[in-house]
């Protein structure tokens, strides 16, 4: 495990590429010993974007940098609410809530998510379509 890198590129560390997208952590135990929570930088081509899902025990925040897509979120009571969303806006999706998001720009869209505690980016390895991308490709 490579510690106490504080400052790091997208492009620096290895990706998860996926059929819909690509994520680059760049905050995680494994990458610099964060030990509270886990985050990085996601890439969803126009068009895609990642199927309804949740985490278990973990809250997510997700940042637009840039794009356009729609996003859901269940809320309480399991009924989904659904919004347009843009750069600068910030996503909170609760604990184990099912939420999914989706560009629906003609270019590329780019999202920051962080997951407390960290974990569930682990359990990403296990889908059919997973692949580790090595730095800078």
């Known amino acids: 495990m490579t510690k106490h890198k504080f400052f790091l590129y997208p492009k620096d560390v290895d990706s998860f590429g996926f059929d ?13 010993g964060a030990e509270r929570f886990s985050g990085g ?12 899902h949740n985490h278990p025990g973990s809250e997510e925040i997700i940042f637009v940098i840039s794009g ?24 909170y999706v609760p604990e184990s809530r ?27 390895r296990d889908l059919p379509d997973f692949r580790l991308v090595p730095p800078g490709i």
């Not at 680059?24 to 990458?31: F, H, I, Q």
């Not at 099912?98 to 990403?124: C, D, I, W």
């Open 20 to 32: 819909w997208g690509r994520l680059a952590l760049t905050v995680a135990p494994e990458v610099n």
């Open 98 to 124: 099912f939420h999914s998001t989706k560009n629906t720009g003609h270019g590329p869209m780019q999202l920051f998510v962080a997951y407390s505690p960290a974990g569930p980016e682990r359990a990403l």
């Open 41 to 52: 930088v996601v890439d969803l081509p126009s068009g895609e974007g990642h199927a309804r």
């Open 68 to 91: 356009e897509g729609e996003q859901m979120v269940e809320d309480e009571n399991g009924i989904p609410v659904t919004k347009n969303v843009g750069p600068g806006c910030t996503i």
